[in-house]
């Protein structure tokens, strides 16, 4: 069975999009979005069920839903490019000019997402993908190889650090105080700019800024040969492949330290992303199972409007300027708040598409992609 396509759009992949954007939110809420305050366990079973919660969570989702996401964002710039050279046109400057404009959309999720914002990490990364528009999809193997396999960290493993020590620590601490004291605009001030900085500096040390290279260059390369519409034979090899992948990076990184860590901990992440990507599409090509995911295709057609309207619930639940739950919320109980705000975010959103093609925020950042195409065409004929 051939995956379902509407109007050239692969269901799939907005149910997939869908799927990363509420394990996203999921994480988001354990973690309380970086406001690292937590209730003291009154029981030892309360103790035991909060660690097993955050464990899970991030064994499962950790690295691996941002992963999906960033993959499916290089997709998707391959269907913008293919869908302009069809009309005669070439998308690079005008994709240019939509990162752009996913820089506003960054710092307004990071005003209220201190630190943990990857919107500004796709912007910086996104460029990447101009210049390989048009190269073959070799180049694009090579090149999602080569920063899948974490150069800097490799480097650093045997002496040669490009990169310097960065004060991450010392900038998530100046965004959790402004956090922490209640001041709406000292916040918001402190997130969106130390916190963005901060944000950028975790990502280099964590090995996901080359990771996010070699992301985005996968998803043009998964893009340009269709493999969403391959058969379930396809990705029941891709799902055996990184079922051991992921066992022997997970032995392994358990036994190294600093940049060897680094390095298998991104690549054992990297083989379960794919366990979660096949097993995903695999199920989906059960008729019962692609029904029940009609939610989750809504959810992700709308990924930009849930992405950051989820940072501001999150904020106004956990944030001292608002309700300020953080200190009486514990690790299950948030986990539960968000499985609630995550379904009414899904309900929102079939209920928005009923009546609108796309979100909210998906249309402004449509709208202002080609603002002036018109007058320019009319100056280019005259």
């Not at 499916?72 to 994709?95: H, I, M, Y």
């Not at 070699?214 to 998803?219: A, C, E, F, I, R």
């Not at 904020?315 to 300020?324: C, K, L, R, T, V």
């Not at 379904?343 to 202002?368: F, T, V």
């Amino acid at each position: 069975m051939n995956q379902p396509v509407t109007k050239n759009r692969i269901e799939v992949v907005d149910a997939l999009r869908g799927f990363a954007i509420c394990a996203i939110l999921l994480l988001h809420f354990v973690e309380h979005f970086i406001y690292n305050v937590y209730p003291e366990a009154t029981t030892e079973a309360s103790k035991l069920l909060n660690q097993g919660v955050w464990d899970s969570m991030f064994f499962l989702l950790g690295g691996k839903s941002y992963a999906i996401f960033a993959l499916l964002f290089g997709f998707t710039f391959v269907l913008q490019q293919r869908n302009q050279e069809n009309k005669g046109s070439d998308f690079g400057g005008r994709f240019a000019w939509r990162l752009i404009l996913l820089t506003v959309f960054a710092t307004i999720n990071a005003a209220f997402f201190p630190g943990g914002d990857v919107l500004l990490l796709f912007t910086i990364t996104g460029f990447m993908m101009i210049p390989f528009r048009k190269a073959s999809q070799k180049t694009l193997l090579v090149a999602a190889i080569f920063f899948l396999l974490q150069p800097l960290e490799l480097l650093a493993s045997v002496g040669i650090k490009i990169i310097p020590s960065l004060p991450v620590g010392e900038y998530y601490n100046i965004v959790n105080e402004a956090t922490a004291t209640g001041n709406f605009w000292e916040m918001i001030w402190a997130n969106a700019t130390i916190g963005q900085i901060g944000s950028i500096y975790w990502a280099i040390e964590a090995g996901r800024f080359c990771q996010t290279f070699g992301l985005l260059m996968m998803g043009m390369l998964i893009s340009r040969g269709n493999y969403f519409r391959k058969d379930v034979s396809f990705w029941i090899k891709v799902l055996l492949i990184g079922i051991v992948s992921s066992y022997l990076f997970f032995i392994i990184k358990g036994a190294m330290t600093d940049s060897l860590k680094t390095i298998f901990s991104m690549w054992f992440n990297l083989a379960f992303t794919s366990v979660l990507i096949s097993t995903f599409v695999i199920l989906y090509h059960n008729e019962s199972f692609s029904k029940m995911c009609s939610g989750l295709r809504a959810y992700g057609k709308m990924s930009l409007t849930n992405y950051i309207s989820q940072s501001l619930i999150g904020s106004i639940i956990f944030f001292p300027y608002a309700f300020g739950l953080a200190p009486y919320l514990g690790v299950a109980v948030s986990l539960f708040i968000g499985v609630v705000v995550m379904l009414l975010q899904i309900k929102a959103s079939q209920i928005w598409l009923k009546s609108y093609k796309q979100g909210p925020l998906e249309n402004i950042w449509k709208q202002l992609t080609w603002i002036n195409k018109k007058q320019s065409s009319v100056a280019v004929a005259g």
